[in-house]
T-cell receptor, first 112, second 113 residues
Framework: QKEVEQNSGPLSVPEGAIASLNCTYS??????FFWYRQYSGKSPELIMS????GDKEDGRFTAQLNKASQYVSLLIRDSQPSDSATYLC????????????FGQGTTLQVKP | EPEVTQTPSHQVTQMGQEVILRCVPI?????FYWYRQILGQKVEFLVS????????KSEIFDDQFSVERPDGSNFTLKIRSTKLEDSAMYFC???????????FGEGSRLTVL
């Protein structure tokens, strides 16, 4: 069974701090990785995609991928209360499809 | 900004009844999906659809489920005989390419009594 694992949290950080969200995956052949944000009662929204080892930055968000360790992370700099949501890590299996395997999500709370 | 729209937002039905959930994907997207999320659980893949046929389906997507693109804009999910365990939020999604970069609709909450 292909799995994506996340710590469900909640992860609580003060406003302005860096939030670090982590994800591991079981399928060593996975090629593409995604972070979605889901506000309570709402649908998932794509934040970042990452396909190569290393870092990818987009504004306050940085995704990090380490395929050797089967590990993906998302850093949120200068966290804002509006960042409070559940962050879903997803992997597409098989690769290059829209079939995503989601983790259970990490709930982030940013306290003013 | 283009968006995926879903109707109804909430449907309550009796066990054994048929339900049709409707979606209008983003107009220039080619790939369409249904996912579901049981309350408090993971988002789960149900089915993907491309070029008027199912391209992949999960173990959840058994014979009681079907999908259809009856015209150039709508994409539907039919559940033939609903069960209590079908109660969930059903998300439609679409994408331009065959990637995991999906645009989700707001969801249809199905409650089976």
């Amino acid at each position: 069974q292909k799995e994506v694992e996340q710590n469900s949290g909640p992860l609580s950080v003060p406003e302005g701090a860096i939030a670090s969200l982590n994800c591991t995956y079981s399928d060593r052949g996975s090629q593409s990785f995604f972070w979605y944000r889901q506000y309570s009662g709402k649908s998932p929204e794509l934040i970042m995609s990452i396909y190569s080892n290393g870092d990818k930055e987009d504004g306050r968000f940085t995704a990090q991928l380490n395929k050797a360790s089967q590990y993906v992370s998302l850093l949120i700099r200068d966290s804002q209360p509006s960042d409070s949501a559940t962050y879903l890590c997803a992997v597409n299996i098989p690769s290059n499809t829209g079939k995503l395997i989601f983790g259970q999500g990490t709930t982030l709370q940013v306290k003013p | 900004e283009p968006e995926v729209t879903q109707t109804p937002s909430h449907q309550v039905t009796q066990m054994g009844q048929e339900v049709i959930l409707r979606c209008v994907p983003i107009s220039n997207h080619l790939y369409f999906y249904w996912y579901r999320q049981i309350l408090g659980q993971k988002v789960e893949f149900l089915v993907s659809f491309y070029n008027n046929e199912i391209s992949e389906k999960s173990e959840i997507f058994d014979d009681q489920f079907s999908v259809e693109r009856p015209d150039g804009s709508n994409f539907t999910l039919k559940i033939r005989s609903t069960k209590l365990e079908d109660s969930a939020m059903y998300f439609c999604a679409s994408s331009w390419g065959n990637t995991g970069e999906l645009f989700f609709g707001e969801g249809s909450r199905l409650t089976v009594l």
